[in-house]
């Protein structure tokens, strides 16, 4: 199958000449990217049940990155959905979600852990279940870290793509399952040259017996940065600030 019978197939409503790749990827991988400002990447639920939990850094100054706290407060929301952007530690918006069928992101929960997922599903290793061994996302996002000179010390809150958790009126976390439906997609367009690093481990609060983290499909296209009547921008005054300050830098 040719890219362009792969788009059509995949995101029929873009331009395949605008596509820059696209890519699959199992429950339980892990994958890092340098993308480049003004590239989208379409985020797709192959299965129900997915999680996508991704980390952001500058691509060329690796101590800014994605500030999950600063992201929230800015927008007066706890959780992520179209309209609301991605803000590093230094103010800027390193990525934006122009679009978003899903309608709720959790921004508030982490990533799953090695004991977490033994405690839940028990132990699969490498050594002897190869490709079928059990993989978390904090270790899984720490390999990908390292690929690029950032170690435990760099790891920050995360986003979880696809994942709904609810806080109720006790204060606890409920974890909504199986949110996401198949063709379901949410994008980020990033506004800054930046390191995107995803890990499609379970959510650390899906409590499924079994280990079945689903597929995610990543389409990238060159979709060009946020324009000056963008509803990302213009959700809120604060917004409107983050991004002045991102395009002071690429002026």
Not at 15 to 38: I, M
Not at 106 to 125: M, N, T, Y
């Amino acid at each position: 199958m040719t890219l362009t019978e792969h788009t059509l197939e995949l995101a029929p409503d873009l331009d395949p000449a605008r596509v820059l790749w696209t890519e699959r990827f199992p429950g339980g991988a892990h994958w890092s990217y340098r993308v480049r400002r003004g590239t989208t990447l379409r985020f797709i639920a192959v299965e129900a049940g997915t999680n996508a939990s991704v980390l952001l850094y500058r691509a060329d100054e690796r101590m800014e990155r994605l500030n999950v706290p600063d992201t929230l407060k800015a927008q007066h929301t706890a959780h992520l959905t179209a309209g609301h952007v991605l803000y590093s530690d230094m103010g800027r918006i390193l990525a934006s979600i122009p679009r978003d069928t899903v309608g709720w992101h959790d921004p508030l929960c982490g990533l799953s852990d090695a004991e977490g997922i033994a405690r839940r599903h028990g132990v699969k290793r490498y050594q002897e279940h190869r490709n079928a061994m059990h993989r978390n996302g904090k270790d899984s996002l720490l390999v990908e870290m390292g690929k690029w000179g950032l170690g435990l010390r760099d790891l920050v809150p995360n986003v979880n793509l696809f994942s709904r958790v609810a806080v109720d009126a006790d204060g606890r976390f409920r974890f909504a399952g199986n949110h996401a439906k198949p063709g379901d997609f949410v994008e980020l367009r990033f506004e800054m040259d930046t390191l995107v690093l995803v890990s499609t481990a379970p959510h650390p609060l899906d409590p499924r017996p079994d280990y079945a983290p689903g597929k995610v499909t990543i389409v990238a296209w060159d979709s060009g940065p946020a324009g000056a009547d963008d509803a990302c921008r213009l959700s809120c005054a604060e917004n409107g600030r983050g991004f002045h300050n991102t395009e002071l830098i690429y002026r």
